[in-house]
T-cell receptor, first 114, second 111 residues
Framework: NAGVTQTPKFRVLKTGQSMTLLCAQD?????MYWYRQDPGMGLRLIHY???????AKGEVPDGYNVSRLKKQNFLLGLESAAPSQTSVYFC?????????????FGPGTRLTVL | LAKTTQPISMDSYEGQEVNITCSHN???????ITWYQQFPSQGPRFIIQ???TKVTNEVASLFIPADRKSSTLSLPRVSLSDTAVYYC????????????FGAGTRLAVHP
């Protein structure tokens, strides 16, 4: 069981470039999430998904798009990267989304936008 | 969602018991209290969860008083490897997918 994996681990972009972050989980979880974490701060929810083919906005969705075409994958896209999107991005998954089900986090992707 | 307040940082020494208190005055009736641990350059990891009274697992204990307006995470006999940021989260079952992570408590364990 690999758990939650994220690709890539590091990335440097120039302003205006686009990219896609991939999150994969092999635990057959229904719920998946994308967070960003800025230095010295907690995590903020960008988007989440309650199942294959469904997505919803979180706390800070602007500038990001997501897709959940397959249950095991959750993609986060930046269409036109901005320096304000420099952050560490974490993906997570949980089995049911009920409060008693914990979230399992990936190792993170460190993104720098110049 | 209930807002939580935790100390920004704490220091301890190896072998000591560490108690981190979280205030959540506006906790709702169906809210649960969950604690996560985050090491540098890693994603958060679930530690413990509770609704009321006391919960204990192999890692920590969680104490919740009757009014549930606060909770205390207790780490027995900490070691250097317990140096991390600890987050207290409060949320209802239906809103679990909208958990809000505050800044957390940065615990430094010294030799």
């Amino acid at each position: 069981n690999a758990g939650v994996t994220q690709t890539p681990k590091f990335r440097v972009l120039k302003t205006g470039q686009s990219m896609t972050l991939l999150c994969a989980q092999d635990m057959n979880h229904e719920y998946m999430y994308w967070y960003r974490q800025d230095p010295g701060m907690g995590l903020r929810l960008i988007h989440y998904s309650v199942g294959e083919g469904t997505t919803a906005k979180g706390e800070v969705p602007d500038g990001y798009n997501v897709s959940r075409l397959k249950k095991q994958n959750f993609l986060l896209g930046l269409e036109s990267a901005a320096p304000s999107q420099t952050s560490v991005y974490f993906c997570a998954s949980s089995p049911l989304g009920e409060v008693e089900d914990t979230q399992y986090f990936g190792p993170g992707t460190r993104l720098t936008v110049l | 969602l209930a807002k939580t307040t935790q100390p920004i940082s704490m220091d301890s020494y190896e072998g000591q018991e560490v108690n981190i208190t979280c205030s959540h005055n506006n906790i709702a009736t169906n809210d649960y209290i969950t604690w996560y641990q985050q090491f540098p350059s890693q994603g958060p990891r679930f530690i413990i969860q509770g609704y009321k009274t006391k919960v204990t697992n192999e890692v920590a204990s969680l104490f919740i008083p009757a009014d549930r307006k606060s909770s205390t995470l207790s780490l027995p006999r900490v070691s250097l490897s317990d140096t991390a940021v600890y987050y207290c989260l409060v949320g209802p079952p239906s809103g679990y997918n909208k958990l809000i992570f505050g800044a957390g408590t940065r615990l430094a364990v010294h030799p």
